[in-house]
């Protein structure tokens, strides 16, 4: 008959050489039989679940009616049209089922093959079958088919998605964004592509080296880097899974920061551990950059000329040094501590807490208290910034005593209040019915334009059209009375077609005796981030216009002529701006302490050179000078020259000098050396617009977040990912965000942190989207601190990790429907096999050759020592092993009652370790044992009452094991070589200990003793 079962096992050699044949039977009137069926075995037939064809050569004779259960077509359909199978095949395996047909014909002898193939069901579905065909040939008879046809769509459609699934690990292994590496102990065994891209190597270069070979011989904190690596691994392959910063180099030498995870995993007995790497350098350097912008910072504010404070909850908890001389301290400790309130008088208490507590950062005035209880005013601005890890309040604040009071003495005269207009710095515009009517020099400077042009024109003529709505609401607010609103416009001037920013604010006042609108607008095209200086620079004008004053005053008064003038020594001579004054032909006349210590001339190396020696370009020189004759006035940045002639830029506020005639009589100029100044502001732009590209630019999420809990500070990624803005973000606690029945665990980890008893924390957490549906991150946590080590605020590092998540829950629905599947497989092997056991054992019931009937009970056997291996498969949790040792005693007692064996009168040992196989190993070692039971059985105990059978499984300690059989009979021939024997089990035997690669021996001194050492075969796939 020459069955296969070459479906029960992939193992090609075990198919082979397990082929049960009958070509050694001799014929006889049982095997003749065979396929003559009577009423009872029909109606047996009829009611298996799966279909069971018959065919003579004159066609399709019988064919099970679960046919159409099957295909939804009737037996009859199939047993009148011999060609019916044929039309609902498909196409393509219709072809191959023929040729296949024909070549097993061609062949001349009976035997068992096996086809897949699909038939369209009468519902229109493709269904795969497999089908088992069995030819019988008896001497002088015609050839008998008999086969049986098992619906396969459930595994076809298991091993597609198992294809599939396996693609899609592999597309994740190669595509992933990270260094993966699979290792076995401390060596390389596999990596992706990644790996070879941030190592800068060839895969050569990567398998089977140790992870300490890509590492700089020690790591940042000194321990060698073999030693340390060890140690993670050890930790990992105990199961507990490691999370580590680590320096790495690649194949150049080039060393880069990185984070590894190691996680260990088992393929059958035997463990591996999977390396995640990170390159990390980038973000390493935005930490390093964001710690050197803050003191950056730190040190802008102590070199600020104003007054800065920056306080919590009211509270001064930092102030440069300029702030406390302002306020009459010693120095900046007398003041941090102090609350805010102690420095403003009642009237303005309230005024300053309304600006902090809305956060307003536009400036006003109030009046401040000193140290020795004299009032001051000042103009104070504020913001809100984070500040080590806190949202606190800077507040910097400008003495403007002075020009106050001069401001008061100009409204008691017209005139002087126009001289002092002209001669400001800043532009001054006066607007009745929005048209301007007046513009001081420095208004038609800063515009381009001249008087006559500018008289009855309106502002808006001059602005960029996107700034003209921010102009009207400028207007507005000024008309209902608000003096604070302070807007920045742009404007194209029409002298030289270029774009000048202004900044501009005002009030309303009366001009001629009407109601008009007073705006002062200010040049802050070269000098928004010199706003401070600018504030400086117009006190020493407002000094200068004050000296003009003293000076006609003193034409006036000759009697206090000595006093004024050494009143006004004394204040150049301790400015500690530099102050130069010339006279009608441009010689120097006045050169205080100040300039000597800045140009390196003496007063007397200067007096009466012109003063073109100062300037570095006379083209320079000649521009202000131009403007001084054209315009009475000059603010504005220069390039200065030294005695030694190097080089330096200054900050320059000059107008001229009249006499008690209104003649000019001269000039003068205060400046200042900003060089040091422009340098520091040209590298904190630049440090802050580096740190703040890798900020924004960066793939994760960052954010600052404070002590309570509220984000300070995001980047775009971070808001991508939560679908939020960030400002909808800084009104936001983390916590707010936080799965709910997370929160609380998460906020153990914060509260560790903030306590110090971690460093830091890594977690996977679930976040809301703004769209209701939920986030998951991978989130990493540190605090940073002060240098007292108190804490400031959070570091938090967000990687969106959704996607992965839900390719990971997709991935255990498909291995728990594999599981399924294959217990489903294993099932219906056993039970396909009980199938042919029981077809079997029906058919004996019609043989009468004793012979035959062996012949087919041992048959019965042999399926069963299979089919007990797939019952162990399939309700074992573990369908890659059998639990051998209950498979050995089920076996053994199924052969018992098989030869009707008085288990009383045989005396029957088990000595069997447990001991779980493999399913390639389980089918030949349960084979085996099968032929040496059933020959024990059938041979040793004849004549006899009582005997002993041993059966013995062990583990060897060299990892072989070791199967014994052995019965106290009459011993097996010393005529017959076992190894040479016509027995088909001994050949058998034989043959499947070759095929486990082990060794057989026997022992005939007290009966019979089979010895066989194998081991088990083992295939890893990776």
Not at 335 to 363: N, P
Request: charged residues 30%.
């Amino acid at each position: 008959m020459g069955l296969r079962f070459q479906f029960l096992n992939n193992n090609t050699n075990l198919a082979e050489r397990t082929d049960f044949t009958l070509k050694r039977m001799p014929t006889n009137k049982a095997l003749e039989e065979i396929g003559q069926t009577g009423e009872r075995l029909y109606q047996v037939l009829r009611k298996l679940p799966n279909v069971i064809l018959y065919e003579t050569g004159g066609g399709r004779e019988f064919i099970s009616e679960n046919i159409e259960q099957l295909l939804g077509y009737t037996p009859d359909q199939f047993t009148k049209d011999r060609d019916f199978f044929v039309q609902v095949m498909h196409p393509d395996d219709a072809k191959m089922s023929k040729e296949k047909l024909k070549k097993w014909h061609s062949e001349g002898e009976p035997g068992v093959i096996s086809m897949e193939f699909r038939c369209k069901s009468k519902d229109g579905e493709w269904v795969w079958l497999q089908d088992f065909i069995m030819a019988i040939k008896p001497e002088g008879q015609p050839v008998y088919m008999a086969g049986v046809m098992i619906d396969i769509t459930p595994r076809k459609l298991a091993e597609e998605t198992l294809k599939y699934e396996e693609e899609k690990y592999r597309l994740l292994f190669s595509e992933a964004n990270d260094a993966i590496f699979i290792m076995d102990n401390n060596v390389f065994i596999e990596c992706n592509e990644k790996t070879l891209k941030m190592f800068e190597c060839e895969a050569d270069d990567i398998i089977g080296r140790t992870p300490w070979e890509y590492s700089p011989v020690k790591q940042p904190d000194g321990i060698q880097s073999k030693k340390k690596a060890k140690k993670y691994i050890n930790a990992a392959f105990t199961g507990e899974s490691q999370f580590f910063k680590w320096k790495h180099k690649t194949k150049k030498e080039r060393e880069f920061d990185a984070e590894v995870s190691l996680n260990v995993f088992t393929i059958g007995e035997k463990k591996y551990l999977q390396a995640i790497v990170r390159d990390i350098t980038t973000r390493e350097e935005a930490q390093n950059l964001l710690k050197e912008s803050e003191e950056r910072f730190k040190l802008l504010s102590g070199a600020a000329l104003e007054g800065i404070t920056i306080s919590e909850g009211g509270v001064i908890i930092d102030a440069n040094e300029q702030f406390a001389t302002m306020h009459g301290y010693k120095d900046r400790g007398d003041v941090v501590g102090k609350k805010l309130e102690d420095f403003i008088t009642k009237e303005y208490i309230q005024l300053a807490f309304e600006h902090i507590e809305m956060g307003y950062h536009k400036s006003f005035m109030l009046q401040s208290t000193k140290k020795n209880g004299s009032i001051i005013t000042v103009e104070a601005r504020g913001e809100n910034i984070p500040y080590y890890g806190k949202t606190v309040r800077i507040v910097a604040m400008s003495d403007i005593t002075e020009r106050i009071n001069y401001e008061n003495q100009l409204k008691e005269s017209h005139e002087r209040y126009k001289n002092h207009i002209e001669s400001l710095p800043d532009g001054v515009l006066i607007l009745e019915n929005d048209t301007i009517v007046f513009a001081n020099p420095s208004a038609l400077k800063i515009l381009g334009t001249t008087a006559t042009k500018i008289k009855k024109s309106n502002l808006e003529g001059y602005l960029l059209k996107e700034y003209v709505k921010e102009y009207v609401n400028l207007i507005k607010s000024i008309k209902e009375g608000e003096t604070d609103y302070l807007s920045e416009l742009k404007i194209k001037r029409p002298n030289d077609s270029g774009i000048a920013d202004i900044e501009a604010n005002g009030r309303l006042v009366k001009f001629r005796g009407e109601d008009s609108i007073q705006l002062v607008v200010h040049d802050i095209s070269t000098r928004k981030q010199l706003a401070r200086e600018q504030l400086r620079a117009q006190i020493a004008e407002e000094t200068n216009i004050q000296l003009q004053r003293e000076i006609v005053e003193r034409k006036k008064a000759e009697n206090k002529l000595t006093k004024a003038q050494k009143y006004t020594k004394s204040i150049i001579e301790s400015s500690l701006d530099m102050i130069v004054a010339t006279d009608i032909d441009n010689l120097i006349n006045e050169f205080n302490e100040a300039a000597e210590k800045t140009f390196g001339y003496s007063r007397e190396e200067v007096l009466g050179k012109h003063i073109e020696i100062l300037f570095a370009n006379n083209d320079e020189h000649e521009q202000v000078n131009n403007l001084l004759e054209n315009e009475g006035t000059f603010a504005g940045e220069i390039v200065n020259k030294r005695s030694d002639n190097s080089l330096f830029i200054s900050f320059l506020s000059a107008s001229i000098l009249k006499d008690e005639k209104g003649e000019v009589i001269g000039a003068m100029g205060v400046s200042r050396d900003i060089t040091a100044m422009k340098k520091a502001e040209e590298e904190l732009r630049l440090s802050e617009e580096r740190h703040r590209a890798i900020y924004d630019q960066a793939y994760i999420g960052i954010a600052r977040i404070g002590k309570v809990g509220r984000f300070l500070l995001v980047n775009q990624r971070l808001c991508d990912m939560l679908g939020y803005s960030s400002d909808e973000l800084y009104k936001k606690a983390f916590f707010e965000l936080t799965h709910p029945d997370e929160v609380e665990n998460s906020l153990k980890n914060w509260d560790a942190l903030l306590s110090d008893e971690i460093k830091n924390f890594t977690s996977e957490q679930r976040y809301i989207h703004k769209n209701g549906t939920y986030v998951v991150a991978n989130l990493t946590v540190s605090m940073v601190r002060d240098a007292k080590g108190n804490p400031n605020y959070y570091v938090a590092v967000f990687e969106d990790i959704t996607e992965r998540k839900e390719q990971e829950i997709k991935l255990q629905q498909s291995l728990k429907e594999k599981e399924v599947l294959l217990k489903e497989v294993h099932h219906r092997v056993k039970n396909n096999m009980q199938v042919i056991s029981s077809i079997l054992n029906l058919q004996s019931s019609y043989i009468k050759d004793p012979e035959a009937i062996d012949m087919l009970r041992e048959s019965q056997d042999r399926i069963k020592s299979m089919s007990f291996i797939h019952e162990s498969l399939y309700q074992s949790k573990d369908l890659s092993h059998v639990n051998f040792t209950e498979y050995v005693r089920n076996l053994v007692n199924n052969l018992f009652r098989t030869y009707g064996i008085n288990i009383s009168g045989l005396k029957l040992e088990y000595e069997l370790d447990e001991v779980p196989l493999n399913i390639d190993t389980a089918i030949p070692c349960g084979l085996v044992i099968n032929e040496l039971i059933s020959n024990a059985l059938k041979y040793a105990f004849k004549g006899r009452d009582e005997g002993k059978l041993q059966v013995e499984l062990k583990k060897l300690d060299d990892g072989k094991l070791k199967l014994m059989i052995a019965d106290d009979g009459v011993g097996f021939p010393d005529d017959i070589d076992y190894r040479e024997t016509d027995s088909l089990g001994l050949q058998l035997v034989v043959t499947l200990v070759g095929q486990i690669k082990g060794e057989i021996d026997l022992d005939n001194s007290n009966g019979s003793k089979f010895t066989i050492i194998f081991e088990e075969s083992k295939q890893i796939r990776i």
